[in-house]
């Protein structure tokens, strides 16, 4: 695991990031309403270069990215909204981390699977506001008829051969004692538009499938295969997904305090 989280340190995934999709704008509806405190002001762990971090800066007061990759941070700042005056990055380990709160909100992508959880929440649970809310978000495609071709491409080639795609972290939090869940909602699917290079290159974003670890001619092979999946699929050499979230949010249990309902987005 170690080993694989490294990965992100490399300058061609933080590269390949910026062909991941990006997270639909009800993600952002839904956090922003999940803020009831003051300051504004939001962490962001294992930030990576700023998909939630980014388009949620305008929205809030201030908001701290936190990722190990300098490469990340470095990709982050030169992106959309990665400069604005709100928004304060850091390089370091969320469990290390010199935190500035309190926050009102602690919003947390799939990189919440590589962080050392104990030492996670025991860092960030003295910086909450009263009735701050950590969130943990997923995101990605839905309802794709290639993905058998494109799942046996990924078994053959991923580093990660010990993957369960039934693993949920929220329940694995609160097995722990460390999450109790307040709520959660699936965003609508929202559709997006990609060119199959750009599909096949947001795989090599990923600690299993970087491009560093495979030989010149593995992710040749690789991109081949993804490549033959999709292109029945895909019209003029573009795909149209359907990209789909899902947020869950709560507190650590040491809290009493209740946590907000999420009102109904119009």
């Not at 709520?183 to 290159?201: F, K, L, N």
């Amino acid at each position: 695991m170690k080993e694989l989280a490294s990965t992100f340190r490399h300058d061609g995934v933080a590269e390949a990031y910026r062909h991941r999709p990006p997270y639909p704008d009800e993600v952002f509806d839904r956090l922003e309403a999940l803020i009831t405190d003051e300051p504004r002001s939001v962490l962001d762990i294992g930030a990576g270069e700023g998909a939630i971090a980014r388009p949620l800066a305008p929205r809030v007061e201030r908001i701290d990215a936190v990722d190990f990759s300098q490469a990340m941070v470095d990709a982050g700042r030169g992106r959309a909204d990665g400069n604005r005056p709100n928004l304060r990055w850091q390089v370091s380990r969320i469990e290390s981390a010199e935190l500035d709160g309190p926050y009102a909100l602690v919003t947390a992508g799939a990189s919440i699977h590589w962080m050392r959880w104990e030492e996670t929440f025991a860092r960030i649970v003295p910086h909450l506001t009263p009735n701050a809310q950590f969130v943990i978000i997923e995101h990605g495609p839905v309802d794709m008829p290639w993905w058998d071709g494109v799942a046996a491409a990924i078994k053959r080639h991923s580093r990660s051969q010990s993957y369960d795609p039934s693993f949920d972290v929220v329940d694995a939090l609160q097995q722990r004692g460390l999450f109790e869940p307040a709520g959660s909602v699936r965003t609508e699917p929202v559709t997006r538009c990609q060119s199959v290079a750009g599909y096949i290159e947001q795989f090599h974003s990923t600690s299993s499938l970087a491009r560093e670890l495979m030989s010149a001619e593995e992710a040749a092979e690789f991109d081949t295969a993804i490549e033959r999946a999709v292109t029945p699929y895909a019209q003029d050499g573009v795909l149209e997904l359907k990209i789909a979230a899902e947020l869950s949010w709560g507190r650590p249990p040491r809290s009493d305090r209740p946590a907000p309902k999420l009102p109904p987005m119009r």
